[in-house]
């Protein structure tokens, strides 16, 4: 992300947003990440890994790289992005560079909007040092009383969540003001009668990680009763800004009990995650990506305007559907819409681990409860970050008479699967979609993702027990085509591996090719590695954490690791197995992660059909070909860009861009003749 933030061919505002990503990804990195590691440190826990590494050792790295890295991200936004967005009519404006008339209208924005939304609290004179949420960005004020001579410290927050990071003023808008700086020029007015001698900004990063016990009784008020714990829980990061006052500065990691080792001096502005912000000034498209809209497959174009059917479509054959080129509401929400308003349809079956409020997904299962369908939607509490917004969705479709199952409390479940039963003559007929993603129609216009829909009766039969396993109680030994964890995956996976392993050893042409989110379960690297030593060439394409080290002499000097990282969100799990002739395919939820393959229900279906397998296969082969937002992994751990100069440009994501864009293109010449 930072890469991509410093890459000058990357068009400005998006650049941008990549600092906000990083920003983003880094606070939950520290959240999770890091909030383990002190929990270890706490507990006395001496868990090494490979690198021999204790926690404190651990921690310790960690903090030398991100102040390396976090110096980066403001070299980058300071020196090269915030004089190139002046350039472009947009500018974060400070107090010192603010014009007198800014500076006019910025006390004026504070008095009429700001003002009336802060609540200072004193520290001290019998006051206790104030609670602070995570992620809050606020002001620490040094005051001192004119007549006594005390000096005493209090805390403003920022109230960024109500009135957004920067105020825009001018007559355009696009001089933007971070909203503490507005505030920090009128402390005056917030402590009348004392003098202000200093004042700093400081951010406060908590353990945001939790677990439900196995024992919970009731599932729902232990995830409820975990979030409200979570909001007092340890604090593992405190940024300061770099110079502030040492008294303030000596009392705030006083006050919050930390070591040296959990502060983070910032030389900028703080919590560049609020960038998102700058993006969205309007009237800029020039300086961002040109503009993807979705497209609808020939498959599911209807006629005369009117939409395709859905069930008659996926009985002539199964359909792949890739996000965000092909349309996620011309395909998954028109299924479900389609299965509502079928009177021949008699249940639909959803699971939920993050979607969005306005997604119509979910209203439709109210609708179909309405009309006396059977309506069941597992909706996973303990999505990370996502737990609030989770439980009043579960709560609103339970209110409305859908069956809602709150899963199991020693497993997520992260399956992407939608079941529909539908009565045809004298039988009923399952068709399901498997996606890679989240029912989410904003990150599927962002995530590249697959979903397959079929009405393979062993699929669907596997998918109706696998709802079944979740709904009631008990867990198949087996299933007939598909792969669900925690039961069956990571056994049928390493078959998978050592199946290719025999086909090489016999002879035959062998290969695997396996794109994912990140790789670390150990059994499976294991096996890749024999396989490597068996001579079968490894392709790995993983976005993120790879525990795998590919090129080391006598162990993986077949297997090459390459990361996309571009545009869209990698995000979708395909794995090939190549064994002579025959090519089988598998794509779904999983990554290879002890977390997915022990403590999470996931499902991976194969995909059978030629024309889908060579469409998945194309993908995973332009991947392997990407040469300009890519990076790959070496035997030392270090990921290197790839440049090959003098090479032709390839990029998976617009090269699947254009090839879509030119279907939708051959099929608007065909509608019109």
Known sequence: MLELAEEADVPLLERVRFCAIYASNLDEFFMVRVAGLLDQLDAGIDARGPDGLAPGEQIDAVQARVLELDRRLHDCFDGTLRPELEEHGIRIVSLDSATESERDEIDARFRDQVFPTLTPLVVGLGRPFPYISNLSLSLG?????????????????????????????????????????AIAANLDSLFPGTEVVDCGYFRVTRDADFTVSDEADDLLQAVQDEIRRRRFSEVVRLEVAAGMNPKLRAQLIDALRLEDREVYDVD????????TD????????????????????????????EPVDMFAAIRQGDILVHHPYDSFASSV???????????????????????????????????????????????????????????????????????????????????????????????????????????????????TDFGLFTTDPEIGADVAEMFNFLTGYGRPAKYRKVLVAPTTMRDRILEEIEATVEAQRAGEGARIALK????????????????????????????????????????????????????????????????????????????????????????????????????????LERCFAENANAWELDSGGAWTRLSRPGAERRSVQEELCARHATRAAEQLAAATG
């Open 141 to 181: 004020v040094l005051l001192r009383d004119p007549e006594s001579g005390t000096e005493i410290i209090a805390r403003v927050k920022v109230p960024k969540e109500l009135l957004g990071r920067f105020l825009p003023i001018g007559e355009d808008g696009k001089a933007l003001v971070p909203l503490e700086e």
């Open 268 to 275: 900028g502005l703080i919590d560049l995650a609020d960038l």
């Open 278 to 305: 700058v993006v969205e000034v309007p009237g800029h498209a020039d300086l961002c990506y040109s503009p993807w809209t979705p497209v609808t497959q020939p498959c599911l174009q209807g006629e005369d305007e």
């Open 333 to 447: 929400e028109r299924f479900v819409e389609q299965a509502v308003a079928d009177p021949d349809v008699l249940a639909i079956k959803q699971t939920v681990y993050r979607t969005s409020d306005d997604s119509p997904l979910v209203p439709s299962l109210i609708r179909a409860s309405e009309r006396g369908k059977q309506a069941v939607c597992m909706v996973e509490l303990k999505a990370r970050f996502d737990e609030e917004a989770n439980i009043h969705r579960a709560k609103s479709l339970e209110e409305s008479g859908v069956h809602v199952v709150y899963g199991i409390p020693g497993l997520k479940t992260h399956v992407k699967a939608i079941l529909v039963a539908r009565r045809e003559g004298d039988r009923v007929r399952e068709y399901v979609h498997i996606g890679t993603g989240n029912y989410h129609p904003k990150t599927a216009r962002l995530y």
């Open 516 to 619: 994912m989110n990140s790789l670390v379960d150990a059994g499976c690297i294991r096996a890749l590695y024999e396989a490597s030593r068996a001579g079968v060439r490894v392709d790995l394409n993983v976005r993120g954490i790879c525990c795998l080290r590919p090129g080391v002499p006598g162990i993986s000097e077949k297997i090459r690791v390459v990361s996309i990282v571009g545009r869209f969100l990698e995000h979708s799990r395909v794995y090939a197995f190549q064994r002579g002739e025959e090519t089988r395919v598998l794509m779904g939820s999983a990554d290879l992660m002890p977390r997915n393959l022990d403590s999470r229900v996931e499902l991976v279906t194969p995909v059978e059909d030629p024309g889908l397998r060579g469409e998945l296969l194309d993908m």
